[in-house]
C-alpha cells in the first residue's frame, strides 16, 4: 500500500478509503458479517474509515465502533455530524447547541474516547461558519476531535471557511469530502484546485457514482434503476441527461475491456489519480464487492485511456447537473433571480 500525506496533517492515509454507510439496516444489516468486511479492508492496508451519525440512525457507528475494538490505533477514524437525527429541529445542522450534543453520542457509538476526523456533512447555510467552527475548535482543544474537514462545500465556502479561521484564529478544515468520479466531474473546476491551494486534504465520495460505474446498469438490461425502483432526479431513466449517462458508460465499459480491466476497476483508478486527490471512499456492501474496489489500488491508467475518458467527458463537467450535491442552493432560481 502506498499512503499519502493527508494535506499538510502530517498523518498519512490510504487512497482508499472504507465508507460505512452501508453497514446497518441501510444495507448490510448483518453485523458478524461487516466486522468481516471491514476487518478484511484493514488487513488489505486501508487505514481510513468513514461513517456518519445519520448512517442508518448510529447503526452504522455502532458497527464500526465494535469493528475497530482492539485495532483502533491502526484506524484513521472519520465521522459526520448535521443530518438529521429525529424531528426535533435543533437535533441537526452546525450550530454550537448541536455539535457539542452529538459529539457524545458519535464517540459512544463508536466506542473511543477521540475522533480523528470530526466532519460537517453539509454546508448550513442558516449557521455563521464562525458558529460551527468555533464548537469544533473547542472539541479539538479538550481532545475529543483531531481534525476538523468539510463535506459537499463549494469553492467558495471552503474559501470563506478558510478565511473565517484565519481571522477568528480557530481550527480549519484541513479536508473537504467532495463527490467524485468519471461522470461527476464538477469539483474539477473550482473545489479541487481551492482544496489544493490551501493545502488541504480531499476525501472523494461515490467513484463509481452510485452504482452507474459498477458495471451493473447498462442499457436494455433488466436491472437498470428506474424511477420507481430508485426514486429521485438522479434515477429518473426519462430524464435526457440519464440517458445520456447510459451512452457514456456503455463506451467507458467498452474502454475498461480494451484495457484489460473492469469498469469498476478502471473507474477507482481514475479517481484516486488526480492530484487533488487524496483517497477516494468505497463503500461496499458485500465482501465481494470490496474485493472488486482492492485491485484497482495497482491499475495504472494509460495516457491513451485517460484521453479517451476526457473525451467521453470533459474535465471539469458532470454529465447530469443533479448528481451535483455541493453549491446547489447557490444555483437555484431563488438564489440567482431577483
Same mark, same amino acid.
Given at each position: 500500500?502506498?499512503?499519502?500525506?493527508?494535506?499538510?496533517?502530517?498523518?498519512?492515509?490510504?487512497?482508499?478509503?472504507?465508507?460505512?454507510?452501508?453497514?446497518?439496516?441501510?444495507? =448490510?444489516?448483518?453485523?458478524?458479517?461487516?466486522?468481516?468486511?471491514?476487518?478484511?479492508?484493514?488487513?488489505?492496508?486501508?487505514?481510513?474509515?468513514?461513517?456518519?451519525?445519520?448512517?442508518?440512525?448510529?447503526?452504522?457507528?455502532?458497527?464500526?465502533?465494535?469493528?475497530?475494538?482492539?485495532?483502533?490505533?491502526?484506524?484513521?477514524?472519520?465521522? *459526520?455530524?448535521?443530518?438529521?437525527?429525529?424531528?426535533?429541529? =435543533?437535533? $441537526?445542522?452546525?450550530?454550537? $447547541?448541536?455539535?457539542?450534543?452529538?459529539?457524545?453520542?458519535?464517540?459512544?457509538?463508536?466506542?473511543?474516547?477521540?475522533?480523528?476526523?470530526?466532519?460537517?456533512?453539509?454546508?448550513?447555510?442558516?449557521?455563521?461558519?464562525?458558529?460551527?467552527?468555533?464548537?469544533?475548535?473547542?472539541?479539538?482543544?479538550?481532545? *475529543?476531535?483531531?481534525?476538523?474537514?468539510?463535506?459537499?462545500?463549494?469553492?467558495?465556502?471552503?474559501?470563506?471557511?478558510?478565511?473565517?479561521?484565519?481571522?477568528?484564529?480557530?481550527?480549519?478544515?484541513?479536508?473537504?469530502?467532495?463527490?467524485? !468520479?468519471?461522470?461527476?466531474?464538477?469539483?474539477?473546476?473550482?473545489?479541487?484546485?481551492?482544496?489544493?491551494?490551501?493545502?488541504?486534504?480531499?476525501?472523494?465520495? !461515490?467513484?463509481?457514482?452510485?452504482?452507474?460505474?459498477?458495471? $451493473?446498469?447498462?442499457?436494455?438490461?433488466?436491472?437498470?434503476?428506474?424511477? =420507481?425502483?430508485?426514486?429521485?432526479?438522479?434515477?429518473?431513466?426519462?430524464?435526457?441527461?440519464?440517458?445520456?449517462?447510459?451512452?457514456?458508460?456503455?463506451?467507458?465499459?467498452?474502454?475498461?475491456?480494451?484495457?484489460?480491466? !473492469?469498469?469498476?476497476?478502471?473507474?477507482?483508478?481514475?479517481?484516486?489519480?488526480?492530484?487533488?486527490?487524496?483517497?477516494?471512499?468505497?463503500?461496499?456492501?458485500?465482501?465481494?464487492?470490496?474485493?472488486?474496489?482492492?485491485?484497482?489500488?495497482?491499475?495504472?491508467?494509460?495516457?491513451?485511456?485517460?484521453? $479517451?475518458?476526457?473525451?467521453?467527458?470533459?474535465?471539469?463537467?458532470?454529465?447530469?447537473?443533479?448528481?451535483?450535491?455541493?453549491?446547489?442552493?447557490?444555483?437555484?432560481?431563488?438564489?440567482?433571480?431577483?
Amino acid at each position: 500500500m502506498q499512503y499519502r500525506p493527508l494535506g499538510r496533517t502530517g498523518v498519512q492515509v490510504s487512497p482508499l478509503t472504507l465508507g460505512a454507510m452501508m453497514f446497518g439496516p441501510w444495507g =448490510n444489516d448483518d453485523r458478524q458479517d461487516a466486522t468481516r468486511i471491514i476487518h478484511r479492508a484493514l488487513d488489505a492496508g486501508i487505514n481510513v474509515i468513514d461513517t456518519a451519525d445519520v448512517y442508518s440512525a448510529g447503526v452504522s457507528e455502532e458497527i464500526v465502533g465494535d469493528a475497530i475494538t482492539g485495532r483502533r490505533d491502526e484506524v484513521f477514524l472519520a465521522t *459526520k455530524f448535521f443530518m438529521p437525527m429525529d424531528d426535533d429541529p =435543533n437535533h $441537526r445542522g452546525g450550530s454550537r $447547541r448541536w455539535i457539542v450534543r452529538e459529539v457524545e453520542s458519535s464517540l459512544r457509538r463508536l466506542k473511543t474516547d477521540h475522533i480523528d476526523l470530526y466532519q460537517v456533512h453539509r454546508p448550513d447555510p442558516g449557521t455563521d461558519v464562525t458558529e460551527t467552527l468555533g464548537a469544533l475548535t473547542d472539541l479539538v482543544r479538550q481532545g *475529543k476531535v483531531r481534525y476538523i474537514g468539510s463535506s459537499s462545500y463549494s469553492g467558495s465556502q471552503i474559501v470563506e471557511a478558510q478565511w473565517a479561521s484565519r481571522e477568528r484564529r480557530l481550527e480549519r478544515f484541513v479536508t473537504e469530502q467532495p463527490p467524485y !468520479s468519471i461522470l461527476v466531474r464538477g469539483i474539477e473546476e473550482d473545489v479541487l484546485p481551492a482544496v489544493q491551494r490551501h493545502g488541504m486534504g480531499t476525501l472523494t465520495y !461515490s467513484p463509481l457514482s452510485g452504482g452507474w460505474l459498477s458495471g $451493473r446498469w447498462r442499457k436494455g438490461a433488466a436491472s437498470t434503476p428506474t424511477s =420507481n425502483a430508485r426514486p429521485g432526479a438522479r434515477f429518473d431513466m426519462s430524464s435526457p441527461a440519464n440517458q445520456r449517462k447510459l451512452d457514456v458508460v456503455e463506451e467507458l465499459a467498452l474502454l475498461a475491456e480494451q484495457a484489460g480491466m !473492469s469498469l469498476v476497476e478502471m473507474s477507482i483508478a481514475w479517481a484516486i489519480r488526480h492530484p487533488g486527490v487524496t483517497s477516494a471512499i468505497v463503500g461496499p456492501r458485500t465482501m465481494e464487492q470490496l474485493e472488486s474496489y482492492l485491485p484497482a489500488l495497482d491499475v495504472t491508467l494509460s495516457a491513451d485511456v485517460l484521453d $479517451r475518458i476526457d473525451e467521453l467527458v470533459a474535465p471539469g463537467v458532470t454529465v447530469n447537473p443533479d448528481d451535483n450535491s455541493y453549491g446547489t442552493h447557490e444555483l437555484t432560481p431563488a438564489a440567482r433571480r431577483r
